[in-house]
């Protein structure tokens, strides 16, 4: 709470009603900074004004939570001065250090000094290296627990909060000026008519992609039902994702376990704790339109597939399998819902959609085919917008299947490993632990993601160290070295990343990417010598920005 905040509660207090020129005399400030204090406090919902005749008073609102807060600043007025209040009200429970910059925003630095001055005067106690609000400070627990209450019961239920961010569900309609709709509130206009019994914001307002979208989607679950239409979002648009941006995001919201487990729950075909049944999510699929894959096509039915085509084209074409068609050509695995392939050029593309046709395929969508069996995905030069048909990668490839006109080959070991990480598809992190236990020549799996990453400018490298991740837990460990240097590239990356987005401070920086404060100065620095990054003050502090920034 500001200074002057408490400044002006504590003389509307003292003489129960003031207009704006008797405030301006009392505080000594004009009465143009004293409309733009009390317009605040009128916001956070402690005071309130009334007119009698032409003049405007204000008064303080009578309810507990502003008595409490009286009580606490007529005794201490600096004990919630400056960011004080958002750091006591994450100490209603024991916080580490790491804690509770997680969750208020503040600078370390800020914060132990916060802490020292707090800890001198006894509101706050150290236990086992955490920290909370003393149990002896009655007055302060309590104010913290009405506050709470009130925003809970009377205006939203916060689900996620993280520095000025946060994702609120609302049972009115909030000020899009200060919030903006987001995950079930916008899937309407995305297709999926529903109607939810609540509104669900993201503040601060602006324009969300889908992968943010989908994301909020996910923090919001709390009954089947919503879990259910996220799994039917994430089936409708899962080919339009970034997939780099949405581990990023599954990562900064704390997302990942329950993306995991719908992935899970599409593989397997069960229920599973957060999910209904599968043939709910086949029922409600049909109603929107949604494809929800279930056959497979096993090695014999993929060969008889391109002895057909090979029958119908009338001219020479390549085409490289990869996914799990590749996957099954190889042993690697017995069978597969989906045969995705790349072709060299668009010429190729309508050729085979020609021969498809032929054939009895339906076209689902733009580069989808159906029949039967079998589902095809074929793309020109480049998968799900994500990685390119390189040269090295042609040159690793193996023939498969070599016919009149059809010359089919599938993508080296080590390529496979790597779209594999970016797909996003369920199934993926057990094809990448087969493919993994090949002894993979790694060296190659990082030069050609960095090789991609550096042509496409994509965070491909997000992708590979969060599979590298996912297979640690299960017990396979990539080369130390690859792990090194993957983890310093990241996070340069991310880095990098978000001060694209709009200059930031080491704070900012620190919440948005989760990673230490010392690990992001020690990234800035090198990037200063490099000139990639430069740096203004801003006030008191730095803020980051590209070196072709002016």
Not at 102 to 118: A, F, N
Not at 405 to 428: A, H, I, M, P, Q
Not at 434 to 457: D, G, I, P
């Amino acid at each position: 709470m500001k200074k002057s905040e408490i400044k002006v509660l504590l003389e509307i207090k003292k003489y129960e009603e003031l207009t704006l020129k008797e405030l301006s005399g009392f505080i000594k400030r004009s009465p143009s900074f004293c409309s733009k204090v009390v317009k605040e406090l009128e916001k956070k919902g402690i005071v309130t004004s009334v007119k009698e005749g032409r003049l405007k008073k204000f008064r303080l609102v009578k309810n507990p939570y502003t008595a409490l807060l009286l009580k606490i600043i007529e005794k201490r007025p600096a004990v919630l001065e400056g960011r004080k209040e958002k750091l006591l009200s994450a100490l209603t429970e024991e916080k580490s250090l790491k804690d509770i910059q997680t969750e208020t925003g503040i600078s370390l630095k800020q914060i132990i000094e916060y802490l020292q001055e707090l800890a001198s005067t006894g509101i706050v106690e150290r236990k086992n290296g955490r920290y909370r609000i003393s149990e002896k400070e009655g007055e302060i627990l309590e104010f913290f627990s009405v506050r709470k209450f009130e925003e809970k019961q009377a205006y939203f239920e916060t689900v996620w909060k993280k520095g000025d961010e946060l994702l609120a569900r609302a049972k009115e309609r909030l000020d899009e000026k200060r919030f903006c709709p987001t995950a079930f509130s916008l899937y309407p206009k995305y297709g999926l008519q529903i109607y939810p019994d609540f509104f669900y914001y993201y503040h601060p307002p602006k324009k969300l992609e889908i992968e943010e979208i989908f994301v909020h989607s996910l923090k919001f679950v709390k009954t089947k039902q919503e879990a259910l239409l996220a799994t039917l979002f994430y089936l409708k648009y899962r080919y339009f994702f970034d997939q780099a941006w949405l581990k990023i995001l599954l990562r900064k919201f704390d997302a990942k376990k329950l993306f995991e487990e719908m992935l899970l729950f599409l593989r397997s075909k069960k229920a599973a704790e957060h999910f209904p049944s599968f043939k709910e999510l086949k029922e409600k699929a049909k109603i929107y339109g949604i494809e929800v894959r279930e056959k497979s096509a096993e090695k014999e039915k993929i060969f008889d597939l391109f002895c057909n085509l090979d029958n119908l084209l009338s001219k020479r074409m390549r085409v490289y399998l990869i996914g799990g068609g590749a996957l099954v050509l190889k042993n690697v695995k017995t069978s597969t819902k989906d045969i995705d392939i790349i072709l060299e050029n668009k010429r190729d593309f309508e050729l085979l959609k020609k021969a498809l046709a032929n054939l009895g395929f339906k076209k689902i969508a733009e580069n989808v085919f159906e029949s039967g069996i079998y589902s095809i995905d074929a793309y020109v030069k480049r998968v799900l917008n994500g990685f390119a048909l390189t040269k090295t990668m042609k040159k690793r490839a193996e023939v498969i299947f070599d016919g009149k006109f059809l010359k089919v080959y599938t993508l080296s070991n080590e390529d496979l490993f790597l779209l594999k990480t970016y797909s996003g598809r369920e199934g993926d992190i057990e094809d990448c632990e087969a493919l993994a236990k090949l002894s993979l020549n790694w060296k190659n799996v990082l030069e050609e993601c960095l090789l991609q990453e550096k042509k496409l400018k994509k965070l491909f490298s997000i992708c590979l160290l969060d599979m590298l991740e996912e297979l640690k837990q299960k017990g396979i460990h990539a080369p130390p070295f690859l792990l090194r240097k993957l983890t310093k590239h990241c996070t340069r990356k991310l880095v990098e990343f978000e001060i694209g987005k709009g200059p930031k401070t080491v704070k900012e920086l620190v919440f948005s990417l989760q990673i230490p404060e010392p690990t992001i100065r020690k990234v800035l620095k090198e990037l200063e010598r490099e000139g990639r990054v430069k740096k203004r003050s801003k006030g008191r502090v730095f803020v980051y920005f590209l070196g072709k920034e002016s």
